[in-house]
């Protein structure tokens, strides 16, 4: 079936595994008249091996301001557009926000294709209560910041779900076990759907020496437990 005519697609892609791509998605993909890139050669690259022949643009922070309305003005002359970014669902501390709210300020179809997510994922097999949770996504740089975020949300009473780059993650995991404490209960993903997949749950002092002992490269999800809770 051929994507209508006239709407955003925001299309979830792969976090690792290139297996993880809907038959929806690259349908979608495949039938939009265009696709606006976190990273085109990101894309590129994803494209090569679904067999996708599709103009691209680049849709990232640095021109989101400018491009929003251009492409939004492309959906109402008619033409479908997908959205994706380098991985996962895109507006999710992702660029994304400004097209979907000029989409919705002109009235226009704006359509999810779900997928992969690294949040939801990391929560989902971490043990820690799925029930309720907040998602911070990625902390200031800064640590002070960073520190007055943990402190800010301590006592929320539900997981708390962070993305953390390698980096920093060494120094969150530090500033989580000053702030919270050594015995808060979290768990850190890496690698998620990678060849390198690894969890680290139990106490933050426990994961932090874990983390500190392997690989930090990849990508990070932090999940934090509510105060009191154990495993």
């Known amino acids: 079936m051929t994507a209508p005519q006239g709407a955003l697609y925001l299309v979830a892609t792969p976090i690792g595994n290139l297996g993880d791509v809907s038959s929806r998605a690259i349908q979608v993909l495949g039938d939009c008249d265009l696709v606006a890139c976190e990273d085109t050669r990101v894309t590129a ?15 990232r922070e640095e021109n989101e301001k400018r491009k929003a309305p ?28 400004r097209f979907v709210r000029e989409c919705r300020r002109r009235k226009l179809k704006v359509i999810p294709i779900p997928g992969p997510n690294a949040g939801l994922s990391a929560l989902s097999v971490s043990g820690l209560p799925t029930d309720k949770f907040l998602f911070l996504g990625f ?47 979290i768990c850190v993903a890496r690698e998620m759907t990678k060849v390198h997949e690894i969890f680290h749950v ?18 990070f999800v932090i999940v934090i437990a509510p105060q009191g809770y154990e495993l």
Do not use: M
Not at 71 to 97: K, Y
Not at 155 to 180: C, M, P
């Open 202 to 219: 139990g106490p933050a002092k426990e994961v932090r020496r874990a983390v500190d002992k392997g690989s930090q490269k990849g990508e």
């Open 70 to 97: 251009e492409l939004a003005a492309r959906i109402q002359a008619g033409e479908s557009i997908a959205l994706v970014s380098d991985a996962g669902f895109p507006a999710i501390s992702d660029p994304g926000f």
């Open 45 to 59: 690259k994803l494209f090569a091996h679904l067999q996708i022949s599709v103009p691209t643009t680049s849709y």
């Open 139 to 185: 902390l200031p740089p800064k640590t002070t910041a960073r520190r007055k975020a943990f402190d800010q949300w301590s006592d929320f009473n539900g997981s708390i779900v962070i993305y953390e780059s390698k980096h920093r993650i060494q120094k969150a995991l530090t500033e989580i076990v000053e702030v919270l404490g050594t015995e808060r209960c």
